[in-house]
């Protein structure tokens, strides 16, 4: 029996992650691998424009120039393997940039690059096949700005393989970072799938670095140290299992709900959660605690990947221009509305005037009002509150318009216009996605370290056993569940945690003790929540079964406006719904609340 333990530490959930994570985990704790996650779908368009700029650019910056920086000396002394995707959409000047950090430091580094995941040399091949966008089923747009496949775990592997010390990918999925160490310190193959899936949960779950470790808890004035929060550390066992906790000494809480809340994290179907290596199945996962700041994670089942990656582009959709207008004294929220109507008619009349067509959009939102709760606020009056008046057009000259106009308020319209927020607004690009599949069996995926360069093969789907379904546990009798009832907020007996998925939100919902399972099932249905959130959400909501962690997660289609940059919400990647949803009331026998 294999009882080595592989310790991998999460030192990024995105571009602009703070530099204490690397050295956290470097000095405060004993690692065999160190993991760096930056891209994000705009983050990729970004790098676009940058490599478009300048052939050396087009990856993340900060992986060399902070974390590296920072780490480097003692991760060649110690022999830590750094796995990261910050290659963006130029991995070889990323590679090159670190080449010359370590001969500038003095160390030795074999670095290894994975390419074959930008495809957008490949855009009039996908128009000739009519891809369409998985969601909106809209054709591809004229003018595609990137294109990359989500590729998964086997490149990373093969360049481990290789006597790669440092490994930098394009565009792979977050999770396929600390699967590929697994996968090769353990010598599990492509088709161990559900020690995949294991290995995937573990990449999950430190892949939004403090996430998993008491950052966006529910109950978050229980966690304690913000200021020196710590960063994710999975141990890892051959058997797939794995203990979740962070460095000594260190701030932040690791606990089975704080791990429970990540793991529903973004993820739509947990019992089909795609990825390139493997389809996850977490409906059954088990979290115990193992010590103080350790959660014992175990369960995780997989089935055979599909044939297909997820290739997401982007494409440039006009312009956007954002005004923020600070407002205080009586009645401020009817004078935010009526401000807002005086300076898009303006502009509308100024553009008509100049041969301009009219905005795309116009969206505001009175901040302050409890808006994005709609009808569920619970402010009768507001004495202070911020304007965010949203206009788009396709020509940026438009915009400069309606900035300009945003100013003259302060002296022609409601008392109390006390300031706008970052002076006068600026227009900016509204890049957006769009996700198409295509076969991997088109794509060409290759790894190059110290000058040699192999092909990575990517087995085509097979086929693998299903599982039966897991079941609750511990729930109460019917009879416990008789008697007068009494009304609370759905926080009193659950926590949650919510996020994007394009333009859909997921909502995590956790009981906090297998009791409320039956209230919840009952009082907490689709066709609930979706009613619950008729003034945002477009589209059908769907409810999944996680009985091994006593939870549920809501999908909510067409919920966000667009998501992402194509939303012009104060809230665009949904952060805000689960807080939302957990002041639903909600109806309990008052005998359980007693007991």
């Known amino acids: 029996m294999n009882d080595r333990v592989v310790r991998i530490g999460g030192a990024s959930g995105f571009w602009g992650d703070s530099s204490l994570a690397a050295p956290q985990l470097v000095h405060g704790a004993k690692l065999d691998y160190l993991t760096f996650d930056y891209l994000a779908e705009l983050t990729m368009s970004i790098l676009s424009r940058a490599r478009a700029k300048n052939p050396e650019a087009g990856y993340a910056i900060d992986f060399v120039d902070v974390a590296m920086r920072s780490v480097i000396r003692e991760v060649a002394a110690k022999g830590i393997k750094v796995l990261s995707n910050a290659g963006g959409v130029n991995p070889r000047a990323c590679a090159e940039a670190l080449r010359k950090l370590a001969a500038a430091e003095g160390v030795e580094l074999k670095i290894a690059v994975v390419e074959g995941d930008d495809l957008l040399a490949d855009i009039d091949t996908f128009r000739g096949a009519d891809v369409r ?21 086997l490149p990373i592997v093969e360049a481990l393989k290789m006597g790669a010390q440092v490994v930098i990918t ?61 960063y994710p550390i999975v141990e890892c066992h051959a058997d797939g299992s794995f203990i979740v906790t962070k460095p000594a000494g260190t701030g932040g809480l690791v606990t089975p709900a704080v791990v429970s809340e990540q793991m529903l994290y973004e993820i739509g179907d947990p019992a089909a959660y795609l990825l390139p290596d493997a389809v996850c199945d977490f409906t059954g996962v088990r979290m115990s605690v193992d010590g103080v700041d350790r959660v ?47 300076i898009v008619s303006r502009t509308q009349r100024m553009l008509r005037e100049r041969g301009f067509e009219d905005y795309r959009l116009v969206y505001s939102e009175v901040l302050g009002t409890e808006a994005m709760f709609g009808p569920h606020s619970r402010v009768p009056t507001n004495r202070e509150v911020i304007l965010r008046l949203v206009v788009e057009h396709a020509d940026p000259r438009a915009l ?41 069996s088109e794509l060409s995926v290759s790894v190059s370290c110290d000058g040699e360069t192999r092909s990575v093969s990517i087995p085509q789907a097979a086929t693998s056993n299903q599982v039966a379904p897991s079941v609750y ?123």
Request: hydrophobic fraction near 45%.
């Open 133 to 153: 966008d998985l969601h909106s089923d809209q054709p591809l747009p004229a003018k595609v700005m990137s294109a990359n496949a989500y590729l998964g775990a």
């Open 473 to 595: 546990a511990g729930e109460v009798s019917q009879a416990q569940l008789q008697g007068a009832d009494v009304e609370v907020p759905l926080l009193r007996i659950a926590h949650g945690r919510s996020g994007d998925k394009g333009d859909s939100v997921n909502i995590g919902v956790i009981a906090r003790d297998p009791k409320w399972i039956p209230v919840l099932r009952s009082e907490l249905t689709a066709e609930r929540v979706h009613a619950y959130f008729a003034h945002l959400v477009k589209g059908p909501v769907k409810r999944f079964d996680v009985p091994g962690i006593q939870g549920f997660n809501f999908l909510l289609l067409a919920a966000l406006g667009g998501g992402g940059m194509a939303s012009p919400r104060s809230d665009p990647l949904g952060k805000a719904f689960a807080q939302m949803l957990l002041d639903m009331p909600i109806r309990v026998p008052a005998r359980l609340l007693e007991s």
């Open 400 to 440: 400069e318009l309606f900035a300009s106009e945003i100013a003259p308020g302060g002296t022609s319209w409601a008392p109390g216009m006390a300031s706008i927020g970052g002076g006068r607004p600026r227009s900016s690009p509204i890049v957006k996605l769009f996700s198409f599949l295509w076969p991997k």
């Open 170 to 230: 394009g565009r792979c999925v977050d999770s396929a970072l600390p699967l590929a160490a697994l996968m090769y310190e353990f010598g599990w193959t492509a088709q161990d799938h559900d020690l995949i899936a294991a290995g995937s949960l573990a990449g999950h779950l430190i892949e939004c670095g403090p996430q998993a470790t008491g950052g966006l808890f529910t109950d978050w004035e229980q966690v304690p140290g913000w200021d020196n929060i710590g």
């Open 296 to 342: 014992r994670v175990e369960g995780a089942r997989g089935h055979a990947p599909s044939a297909t990656y997820k290739v997401s582009a982007t494409y440039a959709a006009g312009w956007r221009c954002v005004a923020n207008v600070t407002l205080i004294g009586g009645k401020a929220e009817l004078k935010a509305t009526r401000i807002a109507e005086a």
